[in-house]
């Protein structure tokens, strides 16, 4: 039988840091690992956790302190498990300012606006959206790897907006990163590139991998890349120019839309890296259309739908964002309206 100490969360079943829990060995549980025993009866603690604390030296039985994780349990033992206090994260906390479109005891999903870094990073090491989950969530940050940070599972762009979920916990953030490379998560873009794809629905798919003569760059490569596919549909052309499309990742690499559009001859408007010289549709636009197209400032695209299996309630959540302003702003430029 387990008795986790006082104070314990209730409310999501992973222990409070900086706790002692207890553990009595029951007759049908004899033969155990020790580390997969303490996983199955201590919350929300992963096994990787757990086997960390043992072999960090934070377990006993008796006067005995337990270093091995694969270490068999014997009827009647009686195991002592201390969870230390989450250590300060590395990045400080820091107002940074985001939407956020839920939050419980597990997770966050939030609407990432164009410019704000997500992790930092050798010249950003402040102002990132790590920092301000630090400081936006607090003490419900029950730990990453015994450090108390959130948990990043995927990441968009500086420039690029849009919908994310981080985890507050480490069950949590181990089952969502399994999803996504599952690819269980339901993703959904808004872009608005240059030219009209034909046709105005269908796949870009391509192995991406570094590009050998820039390694800030992405590319689609015959070597040493990673498959990639992109399901897109046209929801707006103007004129030949331009077009606003919807996109759905099939995998998630690293720039995959920006790379597939550029390598199929649209790369997206406003893009600091893929577009390199005013594109031939340029010349399809009106004057106004034409320069509210060039001088948009950041690559046009948008995460607008975020949908995940809610890891420990089992629920199905979906989220949308709309486009922000000046991708708004954009498309109505790009229509004939006012930028």
């Known amino acids: 039988m387990t008795h986790p100490s006082i104070p314990h969360d209730q409310t999501q079943g992973l222990p409070a840091s900086g706790v002692t829990l207890f553990f009595d060995v029951q007759p049908d549980q004899a033969g155990e690992r020790v580390d997969r025993f303490l996983a199955a009866r201590s919350g929300d603690l992963s096994r990787s956790r757990v086997k960390s604390l043992i072999e960090d030296g934070h377990l006993t039985c008796g006067t005995k302190t337990v270093t091995e994780p694969a270490e068999l349990v014997k009827t009647g033992q009686h195991y002592v498990l201390h969870i230390p206090p989450a ?93 996504f490379a599952a690819r269980r998560i339901d993703r959904a873009y808004l872009a608005v590139c240059w030219g009209c794809p034909n046709p105005a629905e269908g796949d870009y798919e391509g192995d991406i991998g570094r590009d050998k003569r820039d390694r800030k760059r992405m590319a689609i490569v015959t070597h040493n890349g990673k498959w990639a596919l992109t399901h897109y549909r046209t929801l707006q052309a103007f004129e030949m120019g331009a077009a606003l499309v919807t996109c759905k990742l099939a995998t998630g690499r690293t720039h995959q839309i920006r790379v597939h559009f550029s390598a199929n001859g649209h790369p997206l408007i406003g893009d600091p890296v893929y577009l390199r010289r005013i594109p031939a549709a340029a010349k399809g636009l009106s004057p106004d259309a034409r320069a509210a197209a060039l001088d948009f400032p950041r690559q046009a695209l948008h995460a607008t739908r975020l949908g995940f299996t809610h890891p420990r309630t089992g629920e199905a959540l979906v989220f949308e964002a709309p486009m922000p302003e000046d991708m708004q702003e954009l498309v109505s430029a790009l229509a004939g309206g006012n930028p």
């Not at 992790?119 to 015994?146: R, Y």
């Open 87 to 179: 250590t300060p994260a590395v990045p400080e906390g820091e107002n940074v300012a985001f939407d956020v479109f839920y939050e419980d005891d597990d997770l966050i999903v939030l609407n990432k606006p164009a410019g704000l870094v997500v992790h930092p990073a050798p010249g950003n090491e402040t102002g990132t959206l790590v920092n301000g989950l630090i400081a936006h969530c607090g003490s419900s940050l029950k730990g990453i790897g015994g450090e108390r940070r959130p948990g990043i599972v995927h990441r968009l762009d500086k420039d690029t907006s849009g919908l994310m979920v981080a985890a507050k916990t480490e069950k949590a953030h181990l089952a969502l990163s399994d999803d």
